[in-house]
């Protein structure tokens, strides 16, 4: 399966779209190196090992490096390359719209990117409907719903006890994911702060981390952080992080010497959120699989 | 045993003593959390659907299912007998596996079976049996519509719903999947 000409046509109308968005924004584009020394070590994305370094997960870290370096606004658009992740809404390799602003909070952000979203679904659709799998969903309209409100309401328990006894990822994607976005744009707000990855705790509720995944009939869509800028604590996790994996046998990676210099020298205030292009483009084209959005 | 991993659409997997096949498949992976897969399955011997989400570490069963042709022989009194082509080795199936199907074996013909730790689970026969139509009410002459159905029976007393236009000693093809009348063959 691979996406036809006319597909590819659309699928070009949106990169023009999402480009333009951003440039009217004053974001600059940035293209960063796709095959790096050392990616992020999460607990369950797994890198592709290239030539003595390794093809990125993301373009995550070289992006906060430069705003340490004094970037206010900038994204990237390029492949990304995570081990094992085959099926409908998967590739081994897919394309990420990544994106930072220094001076926003996340709550911004993801305000922002319902406006990216709705724009992005007018210029394939005429309006801000979109059908999906029978589905009709409306671009224009955005919620936000915190993860511990989604799982109390959807699964019957708190989410804070789900990730204590280890349901926590099989209830998302039984009870949760599927509820989620089934009119518009949901955000799936203030992860437990154990699912933080490289977000900061609340500061007035550090039970919860500032992230949101944002979702669209039961598809997640992307995920954002109000972002970790303390090294000491960033790096304690990475180190966990790297524990948990030696564990489960999957890759070791150098310390990301660049990323600790940046958060060193000090990383502003700011919101980064990461897009998966192609499931932007599979639910707006109207597509079952991704594979028929991208070659 | 097979890993979540070979988890896929059509596999055939085992769960405490009992085949099943996965009839929708989907790799999930919730937003920085750990890979999950999910199965919808149906039992291969009840039907019975279900469904049952994998973690990357489980180990699943492996069914020994095998699927070979065997060739009606005949009904021993309690038990309707197969052999294989190749080996002439003979099972032997109880009618409750066959149900209605008993009405539809023709000596010598090559049925499908799927074996789950070498007792039969499915027969499939061959799709259509033809078959003389040996009581029916007369016929209406001209009547061709065939929306409307009246009973008739075989040679072995299977009952089944046939057009107007059929008479006794006409050759009819059934469909032995549904056990419903397909067409006429040739008229008496």
Known sequence: MSADIETLRRRSELLRAARNFFYRQQFIEIESPVRIPANAPEEYIEAIPAGGEFLRTSPELALKVLLSRGAERI??????????????????????????????????????????????????????????????????????????????RYAGVSAFDADADGSFDELMVTKVEPQLGGEGLTFLIDYPASRASLSRRRADDPRVAERWELYAAG???????????????????????????????MLAYPEAEEFFAALERGIPDSSGCALGFDRLAMLLLGADDIG???? | MYNASDLKKGLKIE????????????????GKGTALYRCRM???????GMEKTYRPTDKIGEPKIEEKEMYYSYFDGSHYIFS?????EEVSVAPEVLGKRTYFLQENSLCNFVLYNDEPIDITLPTFIEKEIVETEPGARGDTATNVMKPAKIDNGYEF?????????????????????AERVSKA
């Open chain 1, 75 to 152: 994204f990237e658009i390029g492949s990304a390359f995570r081990a094992g992740e085959f099926g409908s809404r998967h590739r081994e390799e897919f394309t990420i719209l990544e994106y930072y602003a220094v001076g926003w909070d996340y709550r911004r952000l993801a305000r922002f990117t319902a406006r990216l979203a709705a724009q992005l679904a007018r210029r394939v659709t005429g309006g801000c409907e979109v059908l999906w799998r029978g589905r009709k969903l409306d671009f224009s309209r955005s919620e936000f719903i915190t993860v511990d409100e989604a799982y109390r």
């Open chain 1, 219 to 249: 598809v997640e869509l992307g995920n954002a952080f109000g972002e970790l800028t303390d090294p000491v604590e960033q790096r304690e996790r990475f180190r966990a992080a790297a524990e948990f994996r030696a564990g489960q046998g």
């Open chain 1, 292 to 295: 028929a959005v991208r070659l």
């Open chain 2, 15 to 30: 769960i405490d003593g009992a085949p099943w096949v996965i009839t929708e498949f989907e790799f999930c992976k919730p």
């Open chain 2, 42 to 48: 149906k039992n291969m011997i009840t039907g019975i």
């Open chain 2, 84 to 88: 294989d082509p190749n080996t002439y």
């Open chain 2, 161 to 181: 719903q046939v057009p107007l236009f059929i008479n006794q000693g006409d050759v009819v093809r059934i469909d032995t999947r549904t056990g419903e009348y």
